[in-house]
């Protein structure tokens, strides 16, 4: 028979890509952690894992296994949140998944006056861009996620929060930012230092440079704002983000920020939610509260 801690222990494994790590994040031995995953493959007779010296990947039934684990997970804590809820009314659980600039800018005010307003509320943030994000809000594993909008996506409503737009950042000395404009003739011979592959950002990105003809054939990518910003102030290379993720460094100008050529590239950010789902009275809060965070962010 599969148990709950089986299931928690493989989900613990396939995110770390490790039995160390995994058995670290648990506080297990390594032993332990390789035992629950021995009979877990045994009650589903199958091999979930693929096992190599210094690391571990799915396999195809260990990628099922994964997706249908996760839904399994998030429905036994939405029983516990729901029994809670009635027998403690004022308490309950909310579950965020937002993007790391997310996490940084927005997150924090916002939480701080959701935590006046449901002092005995339990949070959860989860770290994620939008597709993950995404992923993890049609499993049922969020409530909230803070991403960019996607209008093919209709199996989730969105609450607009603002509009932003990219823009190149650049260090002062740039040439660019003494000429105080792009050369697009001069964009296919910059190195590009992006935001995670991953993110809808990159995927956007991914577009305009193909609408512009410009190759992206040297480009480091970093998944972490600031380390972005720093090889930037060093002039290691040139990147693209809005304004609101760099107002600090543009104030003290330690970077410049420059228009794109070829017209404005916007992202609308929503907080989303599964289709059909009513959102509690928490949750209508916190969503309200992020609006008010945002109202400057937006152009």
């Known amino acids: 028979m599969i148990d709950v801690h089986q299931l928690k222990v493989f989900l613990a494994v396939a995110q770390n890509l490790g039995f160390t790590r995994a058995a670290e994040h648990l506080g297990m031995t390594q032993s332990a952690v390789s035992h629950q995953i021995a009979r877990l493959e045994s009650a589903v007779g199958a091999s979930l894992l693929v096992r190599q010296p210094r690391s571990v990947s799915l396999t195809d039934a260990g990628l099922v296994m994964a997706q249908h684990a996760r839904r399994v997970i998030a429905a036994l ?27 940084q800018y927005i997150i924090p005010e916002a939480l701080r006056e959701f935590r006046e307003c449901f ?46 737009e990219l823009a190149f950042l650049v260090s002062p000395l740039h040439p660019w930012a003494q000429a105080g404009r792009v050369d697009r003739n001069q964009m296919a011979s910059q ?4 935001y995670s592959r991953g993110s ?6 991914e577009r305009y440079f193909a609408r512009m003809r410009v190759p992206l054939h040297d480009w480091i990518e970093l998944g972490e704002m600031g380390a972005i910003k720093e090889l930037v102030k060093l002039g290691l290379g040139v990147s693209v983000m809005a304004e ?51 109202a400057a962010l937006g152009r």
């Open 77 to 103: 804590d939405e029983a516990q949140a729901a029994v809670r809820q009635v027998v403690k009314p004022n308490q309950g659980r909310l579950r965020i998944g937002a993007s790391t600039s997310a996490c």
């Open 119 to 164: 002092p005995d509320y339990t949070l959860s943030i989860t770290p994620g861009d939008t597709p993950l994000v995404t992923e993890l809000l049609l499993e049922g594993s969020l409530d909230l996620g803070v991403v960019i909008k996607s209008e093919r996506q209709r199996k989730l409503s969105y609450e607009d929060l603002f509009t932003d």
């Open 191 to 194: 190195r590009m230092v992006l």
């Open 200 to 205: 809808t950002t990159f995927q956007m990105l």
């Open 244 to 294: 609101w993720t760099a107002r600090a460094e543009i104030a003290e100008r330690s970077l410049a920020m420059l228009p794109m050529p070829g017209g404005p590239l916007k992202r609308k950010w929503s907080i989303a939610t599964l289709r059909g789902r009513p959102k509690s009275v928490a949750e209508q809060t916190f969503i309200g509260l992020c609006r008010s965070v945002t």
